[in-house]
């Protein structure tokens, strides 16, 4: 008798107040919503988890690394309160109307979300096989995404304005051509942005090089319309967006991330100083450290031919000999093998190029071991330095078209050499 006495004072109380009786609703709805996205998250989803380690669909964990049954988990608390809102006692019919409207904004928008999660496991599936190389469906699955997005945008504003989705799509249609017309440039930008973006061309910081606009630098600033590059003289460069999808661009963060910077240069050798070795210059680069190992393989190696050949090894022309340039260009890769600012884990050649009218080339082929634009200059101009210094040991020159100076010597000697043969002179 006194529990039913209570109980009717406490209803009595609450009939007085209603707001209370309001919060104490909307704090039970609260409540479950939050024990239902516990029970959903904690028990639903890592027993769907463990459950889908067992599917081949989720080799390597792709479900849980893109997060698709936690994405598609997020449904429970806004069904909760969708279905709950309309029991809170006291609560306007407006307010019951928009907290439903955006619990079922909010469902659209974690389907949409869950589909997109689970197209990015398909991405992933799919380009472990050996045809996605050539074929790859990653522009389908974005241009798909978009398509969802958009019908999602659509699905939430009728929610709002309480109007079918083709009754939307008609009202649009007819504006679409006045909005392409006005907000063509605008459009082509958010377009482009989105490309950028899904292919993660180009970032903040990023060096790039654009010569059809003298582009050539970072970039400091990304926005819809324009993106702004800072060169190297200090000099700003703003590029529409739209250009970095239409125009070709180079951009160096590969190289920035890879820790080495190429090196490609070549000495144009004069063609007519390559030569044999005679024993005086065998003996003269055996001394050095560099090839002294070089020159006994290759010592060993051609004496061996050379013997095979039996009574024919009679003829120079059918014995193998050592030739400065082959042996330069051992000593240059045994240089650039023992250089502290050489990358010794990345491409290093020393190679010959097809012979030129300006000489023959030969380049050398490598990465230094850091990107800093100084220390790269540093490291080239120090190598070539000593190439050039060190040519005429082996016996080598260097091309180089006659200048000024050169025809003035020239026209000295020819000068001297008839003054001194003049009939005057014969007679003394």
Known sequence: MQNSELWNRFEGWLDQYDWMEMLLGLGVLLLVAWIANWLAKHVIVRGVRRFSQLLPLNRNGALSRFKVIDRFANIVPALVIKVGIAQVPHLSPGIIRIVGM???????????????AALNVVNELYQRRPVARNKPIKGYLQLVKIILFIVCALLIIGTF??????????GFGAMAAVLMLVFQNTILSLVASVQISSYDMVR??????MPGLNADGDVIDMSLNTIKVQNFDKTITTIPTNRLITDTFMNWRGMSESGGRRIKRAILLDQTSVHFLDQDEYQHLKSSFLLDKYLDEKNQEIAAWNESLGPQANSKLN??????????RAYIQNYLQHHPGIHQEMTLLVRQLEPTAQGLPLEIYCFSNSTDWAFYENVQSDIFDHLLAILP??????????????LAHMGLVSFSASHENTPMQQEH
């Open 319 to 328: 014995q193998r000999a050592l030739t400065n340039l082959g042996t330069f």
């Open 102 to 116: 955006l619990a079922q904004a909010w469902v659209f928008i974690t389907i949409v979300l869950t589909i997109s």
């Open 393 to 406: 040991e082996f016996g080598l020159r260097v091309f180089q078209q006659p200048s000024g100076a050169d």
């Open 204 to 209: 903040l910081g990023d060096w790039i090089t």
């Open 161 to 170: 304005l309480q109007k079918d989705v083709f009754t939307l799509l008609a």
